[in-house]
């Protein structure tokens, strides 16, 4: 079991989404404030053994919390070579990207 985040094919919606864009920023900021305290409560409560998460929130303690709580980390979606090494040095247990070709550099 994985702990993920997906978004709909939803072409209505993108207009409303768009006039929430300026919220994003803040929301990932606080997002990533609270998530490794949560972490561990949420792996606990789902018996998730994966947690996947946005780069834009990983942080070095959000992957200590999952590794002391016996969870693997995977970092979604890494498409630059320069974030893909800043999630590596994070020591998290796996990347998804949309270029296969980014490990090979």
Do not use: K
């Not at 989404?17 to 606990?44: C, F, G, M, N």
């Amino acid at each position: 079991m994985a702990v993920g985040i997906t978004y709909p094919e939803d072409r209505r919606g993108l207009a409303r989404r768009r006039l929430l864009t300026p919220l994003v920023p803040p929301a990932v900021a606080v997002l990533a404030r609270v998530l490794p305290r949560r972490l561990p409560r949420w792996l606990r409560s789902t018996g998730a053994t994966v947690a996947m998460l946005h780069y834009a929130v990983l942080s070095r303690a959000a992957v200590d919390r999952c590794h002391t709580s016996g969870a693997a980390v995977w970092a979604w979606t890494v498409n630059e070579p320069e974030l893909l090494r800043r999630v590596v040095d994070l020591d998290v247990d796996g990347v998804i990207s949309d270029d296969p070709r980014l490990f090979l550099q």
